[in-house]
């Protein structure tokens, strides 16, 4: 109450409620806007640190990090390797160097977490140990999958309650209703923008200006020589 009178003298007087009420106060009440504050912080910072372990322990995906945006692996992308991309999204996926181009443009559209999702899901599924299953079940779960997880996938409701009911006692396949949702997801609308991106577009014509472009039949679009995507397949 003192402190209180020192460092608000317009305070000296106060009315017989407004004194009691003061002195109900306690030190902790003072500071509960701090408290709250640190709570939240305190939150964050423990979300962060769960995702960035995830991240680093993950090493099938570590290379998808949305931190890490070097052009290191498409300088050594042929145009020729690159077309075959375009087969299919199948055939992009068997492919390193394929799924760190896919996972660039991904991130020019703030979608990176349905292909680190993805993967994710993949190195789950080769897991033989029933407690690395556990444990990697409730990181999937955190990272992906809770409400306000820092890199939510987009999945219905029953899906998720699912998975929530599940990682209890996982398997093996505890997150494929999920996993197979983002892929199609990502084949049917992420795929196809793809293979009209600058990203890809650029790769495929990295011969230089007025060089002859390599061509390959393609089951999901074609390239002319001025590097132009068409859907009208063409028998070369």
Not at 64 to 90: C, G, M, R, Y
Not at 154 to 159: A, G, L, V
Not at 194 to 207: A, E, G, Q, V
Request: glycine residues 2%; proline residues 5%; hydrophobic residues 30%.
């Amino acid at each position: 109450m003192e402190t209180l009178l020192f460092l608000f003298p317009q305070f000296n007087y106060m009315a017989p409620k407004e004194e009691a009420y003061f002195k109900m106060l306690g030190p902790e009440d003072l500071q509960a806007p701090k408290m709250k504050d640190d709570s939240s912080r305190q939150k964050d910072k423990e979300r962060k640190s769960r995702l960035s372990l995830f991240l680093t322990k993950s090493g099938s995906h570590e290379n998808v990090s949305p931190h890490k945006k070097t052009n290191t692996t498409s300088n050594n992308i042929s145009p020729e390797a690159a077309l075959q991309w375009s087969d299919s999204f199948e055939e992009l996926l068997k492919h390193s160097d394929g799924v760190e181009t896919f996972s660039q443009f991904l991130r020019t559209e703030f979608s990176e977490e349905n292909i680190e999702f993805w993967l994710a899901c993949e190195e789950y599924k080769t897991i033989d140990s029933e407690t690395k299953l556990l444990s990697k079940a409730k990181c999937i779960y955190t990272v992906f999958i809770e409400s306000e997880a820092p890199k939510e996938v987009n999945i219905d409701y029953n899906t998720k309650m699912a998975i929530q009911k599940n990682i209890a006692q996982p398997t093996n396949s505890c997150f494929e209703a999920a996993q197979m949702k983002v892929y199609s997801l990502m084949k049917k609308d992420s795929y196809p923008r793809f293979l009209h991106s600058d990203i890809y577009l650029r790769l495929t014509r990295r011969k230089g200006p007025g060089a002859t472009m390599f061509r390959r039949r393609s089951r999901s679009c074609v390239f002319n020589e001025r590097g132009e995507a068409t859907t009208e397949p063409s028998a070369w």
